[in-house]
């Protein structure tokens, strides 16, 4: 059957209509629907996955982490140079304590759009050492278990303003 792309749009105005506003669980729906009908849609598997941790975290929507990570994954494979989709997964696992996975999307979307490298590495950082401080609390009032966190982060940093350790240390 071939693909109806009037079809596809009008489902896509559909759901981004319910996302913007605001029924991220109705919008949730329709985009599953949407990768269901046209399922070699990479943006309808972004806004699947996007939709999908709004609806699960604000809204109660039973949607699992699993399930969301399996709709960014697809989304890059289909889009594989959409920085965007990386970041947002990136993110994503951040929220959910998954920072190996965090850091590697990041580095990837930075690899995929380099003019936007230092956005991507300083939201990591930040990101990062926030959930870590937050994830952890009291433990990270210790210097020494917060070291490698602040570490992590401020590489990352370095790296967002192009500077070495050297560089930073004589700057500051």
Same mark, same amino acid.
């Given at each position: 059957?071939?693909?109806?792309?009037?079809?596809?749009?009008?489902?896509?105005?559909?759901?981004?209509?319910?996302?913007?506003?605001?029924?991220?669980?109705?919008?949730?729906?329709?985009?599953?629907?949407?990768?269901?009908?046209?399922?070699?849609?990479?943006?309808?598997?972004?806004?699947?996955?996007?939709?999908?941790?709004?609806?699960?975290?604000?809204?109660?929507?039973?949607?699992?982490?699993?399930?969301?990570?399996?709709?960014?994954?697809?989304?890059?494979?289909?889009?594989?140079?959409?920085?965007? +989709? =990386? &970041?947002?997964?990136? !993110?994503?696992?951040?929220? #959910?304590?998954?920072?190996?996975? %965090?850091?590697?999307? *990041?580095?990837?979307?930075?690899?995929?759009?380099?003019?936007?490298?230092?956005?991507?590495?300083?939201?990591?950082?930040?990101? +990062? =050492? &926030?959930?870590?401080? !937050?994830?952890?609390?009291? #433990?990270?009032?210790?210097?020494? %278990?917060?070291?490698? *966190?602040?570490?992590?982060?401020?590489?990352?940093?370095?790296?967002?303003?192009?500077?070495?350790?050297?560089?930073?240390?004589?700057?500051?």
């Amino acid at each position: 059957m071939p693909i109806n792309m009037a079809d596809k749009e009008k489902q896509l105005g559909d759901a981004m209509r319910s996302m913007e506003e605001g029924d991220f669980k109705k919008a949730y729906s329709k985009f599953k629907k949407l990768t269901e009908d046209f399922p070699d849609s990479a943006e309808a598997w972004f806004f699947r996955a996007d939709t999908g941790l709004l609806a699960s975290g604000m809204f109660g929507a039973k949607v699992s982490d699993d399930e969301i990570t399996s709709s960014f994954r697809k989304a890059m494979e289909l889009d594989p140079e959409n920085s965007e +989709y =990386y &970041a947002s997964y990136g !993110a994503f696992c951040i929220t #959910i304590g998954k920072y190996d996975e %965090a850091e590697g999307a *990041y580095n990837e979307a930075a690899e995929v759009d380099e003019t936007e490298s230092s956005r991507f590495y300083s939201e990591f950082a930040i990101s +990062y =050492y &926030a959930n870590a401080l !937050a994830r952890y609390g009291e #433990i990270m009032d210790d210097p020494k %278990a917060r070291a490698p *966190y602040a570490k992590k982060a401020l590489q990352y940093m370095l790296k967002a303003l192009d500077l070495d350790q050297a560089e930073a240390k004589g700057l500051l």
